[in-house]
T-cell receptor, first 112, second 117 residues
Framework: AQSVAQPEDQVNVAEGNPLTVKCTYSVSGNPYLFWYVQYPNRGLQFLLKYITGDNLVKGSYGFEAEFNKSQTSFHLKKPSALVSDSALYFCAVSRVGTPLVFGKGTRLSVIA | GAVVSQHPSRVICKSGTSVKIECRSLDFQATTMFWYRQFPKQSLMLMATSNEGSKATYEQGVEKDKFLINHASLTLSTLTVTSAHPEDSSFYIC?????????????FGPGTRLTVL
């Protein structure tokens, strides 16, 4: 069965600094990887996904993620954090024949 | 584009009553809709997957007679929590997929907070 690990419950970063939210996965076969963001009392908003092709994926709001097959990782990054980026971030993985499985989420706090 | 709405956003009901939650894709047709449950400070747990015009596929451990799902059209799916009990209190979130393919993006609704007294 596939699984997703987000090793950090909380990430704090100063506004203007680069941010990284970590995600590692375990799946047999080719993974399909997604990042979503959730603001308080709201549903999830799609940020980006990796299906195939270029390992570096660019998404919404200046976010990007790099698929690293050897490290089974798909870390989310942004060069310069904004206070408005503060939210709960979910990594998710699927593969052929299985539903999307979400990580436990990482709360990002960007401090002005 | 790709907006999904849920109604109601919040509902409080008495134990033993039934509650219906609607999920609508507003600007696209959704071949597949998903229903998730999210507990406080926890991840989303998939409850069931529904394809338009077909019976829903429930995940292991989810009672299909308690959580009734109907996907009558390409823009509407409903989740009915029957004979609700306090342990059913949770945040229920739906998502919709245009094609239902495994690589297709799921677009999520804003969620419904259910409180059963």
């Amino acid at each position: 069965a596939q699984s997703v690990a987000q090793p950090e419950d909380q990430v704090n970063v100063a506004e203007g600094n680069p941010l990284t939210v970590k995600c590692t996965y375990s799946v047999s076969g080719n993974p399909y990887l997604f990042w979503y963001v959730q603001y308080p009392n709201r549903g999830l908003q799609f940020l980006l996904k990796y299906i195939t092709g270029d390992n570096l994926v660019k998404g919404s709001y200046g976010f990007e993620a790099e698929f690293n097959k050897s490290q089974t990782s798909f870390h989310l990054k942004k060069p310069s954090a904004l206070v408005s980026d503060s939210a709960l971030y979910f990594c998710a993985v699927s593969r052929v024949g299985t539903p999307l499985v979400f990580g436990k989420g990482t709360r990002l706090s960007v401090i002005a | 584009g790709a907006v999904v709405s849920q109604h109601p956003s919040r509902v409080i009901c008495k134990s033993g009553t039934s509650v219906k939650i609607e999920c609508r894709s507003l600007d696209f047709q959704a071949t597949t809709m998903f229903w998730y449950r999210q507990f406080p400070k926890q991840s989303l747990m998939l409850m069931a997957t529904s394809n338009e015009g077909s019976k829903a596929t429930y995940e292991q451990g989810v009672e299909k007679d308690k959580f009734l799902i109907n996907h009558a059209s390409l823009t509407l799916s409903t989740l009915t929590v029957t004979s609700a009990h306090p342990e059913d209190s949770s945040f229920y979130i739906c998502s919709a997929s245009k094609t239902g393919g495994i690589t297709d993006t799921q677009y999520f609704g804003p969620g419904t907070r259910l409180t059963v007294l």
